[in-house]
């Protein structure tokens, strides 16, 4: 019964405003230090695909395990204009037209930009993989648990 209570008093605390998806602002708080690995997932204000997703990963219960278990999920929109601290470094919102720019971040983590994109990270903050295009309910437990199977092989560099 302990355990139950325990579970559930996590989940609820994992909530931030009812998601599961923390803006990306807070992700000074976690810092190299953290013991969970970050998703962040990329998107675009103008793209119906990725606000599709984002509402899944909201209201996903696979997403409230993963964040109870080794996960942290933040959410960075492509027109982020303030300033984001990042492993020691400043990056900023750029203009790249009349009305429209990117925030540098995005850049610094993606090879190649498209939306909706997720970024995994270590706990001190290393790319893992990345991946671009739609991940639907069935498929982010799968990935997770890749991830996590990665991380946790011998040949890896885990042990963070």
Same mark, same amino acid.
């Not at 969970?36 to 204000?45: L, R």
């Not at 695909?49 to 990963?57: R, V, Y």
């Not at 929109?77 to 900023?92: L, M, R, T």
């Not at 990345?130 to 437990?141: A, C, D, M, Q, V």
């Given at each position: 019964?302990? @355990?139950?209570?325990?579970?559930? /008093?996590?989940?609820?605390?994992?909530?931030?405003?009812?998601?599961?998806?923390?803006?990306?602002?807070?992700?000074?708080?976690?810092?190299? +230090?953290?013991?969970?690995?970050?998703?962040? /997932?990329?998107?675009?204000?103008? @793209?119906? %695909?990725?606000? #599709?997703?984002?509402?899944?990963?909201?209201?996903?219960?696979?997403?409230?395990?993963?964040?109870?278990?080794?996960?942290?999920?933040?959410?960075?929109?492509?027109?982020?204009?303030?300033? %984001?601290?990042?492993?020691?470094?400043?990056?900023?919102?750029?203009?790249?037209?009349?009305?429209?720019?990117?925030?540098?971040?995005?850049?610094?983590?993606? +090879? !190649?930009? #498209? =939306?909706? #994109? /997720?970024?995994?990270?270590?706990? +001190? !903050?290393? *790319?893992?993989?990345? =991946?671009?295009? /739609? %991940?639907?309910? #069935?498929?982010?437990?799968? %990935?997770?648990?890749?991830?996590?199977?990665? *991380?946790?092989?011998?040949?890896?560099?885990?042990?963070?």
């Amino acid at each position: 019964m302990k @355990c139950i209570i325990l579970i559930a /008093f996590a989940l609820s605390a994992l909530k931030i405003n009812a998601q599961n998806v923390i803006s990306i602002e807070s992700i000074n708080k976690w810092d190299d +230090t953290s013991d969970k690995y970050k998703v962040i /997932f990329i998107n675009a204000e103008w @793209c119906a %695909i990725c606000k #599709s997703n984002l509402n899944l990963i909201e209201s996903s219960s696979a997403i409230e395990e993963a964040a109870l278990g080794e996960f942290v999920f933040f959410n960075l929109e492509e027109e982020y204009d303030s300033p %984001i601290q990042f492993n020691g470094q400043q990056y900023q919102y750029v203009q790249t037209g009349m009305d429209t720019g990117r925030h540098q971040l995005i850049d610094s983590l993606l +090879t !190649n930009v #498209s =939306y909706p #994109s /997720f970024v995994f990270l270590t706990r +001190t !903050n290393e *790319i893992i993989t990345t =991946y671009s295009g /739609f %991940i639907n309910k #069935s498929e982010l437990p799968t %990935i997770l648990g890749a991830i996590l199977n990665h *991380i946790a092989s011998p040949d890896s560099e885990r042990n963070n």
